[in-house]
């Protein structure tokens, strides 16, 4: 297998077929996703049903117990047999080139782990004529100085060389502590200048809608997962809250 596509979700039923069907479009043919339910109570199962019973390639378990995205995470990665790992939230969606240009941009780099430029959309997919650029390259220093400039629809990186990896058990900001976990492995993550996906903005029920809460998640990733000293924690809080007020880190475009 090629690609292994890692997809939470949770009360999806709205959005989760327009994700599927945006890698059922790829120009890559050879992948699979690895769909894990946090506990749903809406239609999701019954939703999916169709694309289970028409694909093989497309796997959903149901954790036994609401848990979390990172849970749902690193169950998913858990089962992934690709040489490359994606991930695509089950709200958002990919252009359909998204993974054969990826893959052809790290193997011409060399990158074992990257990103790539998106769009933004509102919660009934009407384009909001904004995206968002990574940096072109982005070592662990640089990812918490920016508080996670890459977005999560976009990253990618090498399942071969790097292997597996468990998410960091917190709510929220568990995919920037996954990067993190990442980049003490491999020492870039490597950007695309180029809009390969669009990330829904707006949903009520997101656990990363509140920013103004997410302080507590973000002292909580530099202290009891990362593992840094009262000072340095600090500090990485200021970053965070500088990064929070003038959206350094991301070039934002108008499309």
Known sequence: MLVSVIMPTYNCQ?????????????????????????????????????????????????????????????????????????????????????????????????????????????VDGNGLHIALLPPEKTDYKKMICCSNPIGNLSVMYDQSSLGKFEVPPIKKRNDFALWLQILKKTDYCFGMQELLGTYRVGRADSVSCNKLKQAKYHWQLYRKIERHSLLRSGFEMCCWAFVKETGIGLKKIKI
């Open 14 to 122: 709205d959005f989760i077929t327009q994700a599927l069907d945006s890698v059922l479009r790829q120009s890559v043919t050879d992948w699979e996703i690895q769909i894990v339910d946090d506990c749903s109570t809406d239609c999701t199962a019954q939703v999916i049903q169709p694309y289970l019973d028409s694909n093989p390639n497309i796997h959903y378990r149901i954790l036994p117990q609401n848990s979390g995205p990172a849970a749902a995470r690193t169950e998913a990665i858990r089962h992934a047999t690709g040489k490359y790992i994606a991930f695509l939230d089950s709200d958002d969606i990919w252009s359909p080139d998204k993974l054969e240009k990826q893959i052809a941009f790290m193997q011409k780099t060399g990158a074992k782990f990257s990103a790539t430029g998106y769009s933004l959309m509102d």
